[in-house]
């Protein structure tokens, strides 16, 4: 498999929804190619930037405003 | 969060008087969408709001051959793309708002994670397509299957893995053009654990 075909798998490999088979050649493509490895570092890094997000509180109980919503 | 869905799938479950159950159930999820949309605490908390009114309103139009937080999160997408409007003058960087949980930590740490955070969102919202922020939202901040996404957004499967790997070229291709990269270079120091190599 070529560096461009690998790239464009990443985010179905960073998914693991892509077949074993093709699994398997990225991650022995990656050990062997510096520029793919290090595109991937990248591309992971990216992605757990979003990921690292953190989950905000609800500045409310909107269920006791449903019910009041419900009772007009 | 699966033993909520459980509790609240399938249309029987859903009536007038259960509904404010449903919302206390969902609503910390609706929420969090709405949050990670918006990027702001208040036009969040109108979106939470119009979704539950909206479902209200609407739960006949719920069939239940989907999970009811599908079929909210749907609502939350498609009020949010309804309602927005293009505002893409440059935002000063404000810390003030930014939600960190941990703050024992020392002064400087919580700097760079609130940093951290503004940088996460500022980027979602002011330097990617609505259609790759959203698909990023579904996916990385809401775990989306990609059926699940495929369905909300009337898209194809695979127009969900193509619209997922440009939007996360995009957003990476930003970090780095942005100088962003050096904020998260050493990023794994910065958030404890979340890189994954």
């Known amino acids: 498999m070529k560096c461009g075909r690998v790239q464009s798998l990443f985010s179905l490999y960073y998914d693991q929804e892509i077949s074993q088979e093709d699994e398997k050649i990225i991650a022995s493509h990656l050990v062997q190619c510096d520029l793919c490895e290090r595109e991937w570092r990248k591309f992971t890094s990216a992605v757990c930037v979003i990921k690292a997000a953190k989950e905000v509180d609800p500045p409310r109980d909107y269920s006791e405003w449903v019910k009041e919503y419900q009772k007009e | ?197």
């Open chain 2, 1 to 197: 969060m699966e033993a909520e869905e459980k509790k609240t799938a399938g249309r029987d479950n859903l009536s007038t008087e259960s509904w404010p159950e449903i919302v206390r159930d969902h609503q910390r999820y609706i929420y969090n969408l709405a949050y990670n949309l918006c990027h702001n605490r208040d036009e969040a908390d109108d979106l939470a709001q119009e979704v539950f009114l909206k479902a209200f309103e609407n739960l006949e139009g719920f069939r239940g051959d989907a999970k009811l937080r599908t079929w909210l999160s749907r609502i939350t997408i498609n009020t949010y793309l309804a309602k927005r409007r293009k505002k893409l003058k440059h935002e000063s960087i404000n810390l003030g708002y930014v939600s960190v949980p941990d703050w024992n930590e020392n002064p400087e740490r919580l700097a760079i994670k609130r940093e951290l955070q503004w940088c996460i969102h500022h980027t979602l919202r002011l330097h990617l397509s609505k259609r790759h922020q959203v698909i990023l939202v579904l996916r990385d901040l809401n775990g989306f299957s990609y059926e699940e996404i495929a369905s909300m957004l009337n898209i194809s499967l695979s127009a969900v893995k193509s619209r997922l790997h440009r939007a996360r070229l995009a957003y990476r291709n930003h970090l780095i053009r942005s100088g962003c990269a050096g904020l998260v270079k050493d990023y794994s120091c910065y958030c404890e654990g979340v890189t994954e190599t």
